[in-house]
């Protein structure tokens, strides 16, 4: 049974055990299926129906397309209200941030073993879907990042949790350059806890299809895991580490110490050939303001819930919409597309700390929270 929408294809795929796998597609392949606001809504009822229906043993969620799963989200609407807007909070932006979060937090607390196909570009928004997913598969195809630095904002959708549990500074050094990962890199951070060929796609829905999927959230969880260490065992045997495993002495050394000593060490750098020099490159022309908050998002430590997370990432994203340099950024990068931003600090010492405190400071009391009722994972 398809249920197809313009944005999201749903599907049910029968099996031999009479229980259904439900299928989410992001279906905006132009767009390298960057989720707007209408998306995350279908997403967001459709998970909640699967989840009551007990036909449903699981749900796989992939992208149109071979060139991405989800690059991102579609900022336009965000831009548009908040430059007409200048300095406010809008309500176009904590609509978007709320629903987005609260389908990512929904995604992390879901009974049903979800599993994310994360082939091609993983950006941004697609990361905060694939991060909560009980199994997540790269491909050879896999290219991921939180480019976020780039237009003013920080790495969101549970990056204050997912990155403060990477090896070393890998999470700090992926926030503030924007790394690209391949399958091997997002393996070794965690993002990722499978690796199958694109082409076996097909072979593992085959395989799918003809599992005793139960009643058992557990059971089915364990049927899931095993299928996908069949599917992917031979292609893991032939993963070569990524640049940061082997390279993580040399990252952790060029992220240690204050903000200010980081963007010394690394404006000094001789990159040229170097694997860093791109990632070097997009930091040292991203936002200074971006850049502070990312530094202070490392250090948050790992004591907060995922709801605490979402809650205080939702204060930080609209601020960044209102007091940052997120409007220029996407003005940038999306909508006049000249690549060459006018932040309003030339670099991070210029960056007033009274600011950073400001955005960092929730617009809300708990009470009055739009997150308030997130339960906690």
Known sequence: ????????????????????IGVMTLNMEKALNSINLEMVQLMLAQ?????????IAMVMLDGAGEKAFCAGGDVRAIYQASIENPGELTALATNFFEQEYRLDHLIDTYGKPILVWGNGIVMGGGLGLMMGASHRVVT????????????????????????????????????????NMNAADAKH???????????????????????????????????????????????????????LESQSAEINALMSGTLNEIMTRVGELELKESWLARPIKTMLSGSPISLQL????????????????????????????ALGDFSEGVRALLIDKDRNPKWKFNQVSDVPASLIEQMLSSPWSLASHPLVHLEKA
């Not at 049974?1 to 259904?20: E, R």
């Not at 630095?149 to 204050?160: A, E, F, M, Q, R």
């Not at 990312?294 to 919409?321: K, M, P, W």
């Open 47 to 55: 998970l909640t129906r699967w989840q009551d229906d007990d036909a």
């Open 140 to 179: 050879e195809n896999s290219r991921i990042a939180m480019p976020e630095v780039t237009i003013g904002l920080y790495p969101d959708v549970g990056g204050s949790y997912f990155l403060n549990r990477m090896p070393g500074k890998l999470g700090l050094f992926l926030g503030l350059t924007a790394y």
């Open 294 to 321: 990312i530094y202070r998002q490392a250090h948050l430590g790992t004591d907060l819930s995922l709801a605490e997370v979402f809650r205080f990432e939702l204060g930080l994203s609209v601020n960044c919409c």
């Open 189 to 243: 951070v965690g993002i990722a806890n499978h690796y199958i060929q694109d082409d076996d796609k097909q072979p593992l829905l085959d395989s799918l299809a003809t599992l005793s999927w139960g009643d058992d959230a557990v059971i089915n969880h364990q049927l899931l895991t095993d299928v996908l260490n069949t599917c992917g065992e031979q292609a893991t045997t032939s993963l070569q580490p990524g640049n």
């Open 1 to 20: 049974m398809t249920n197809s929408t313009n944005s999201v294809v749903f599907q049910t795929l029968g099996t031999a055990s009479g229980k259904q």
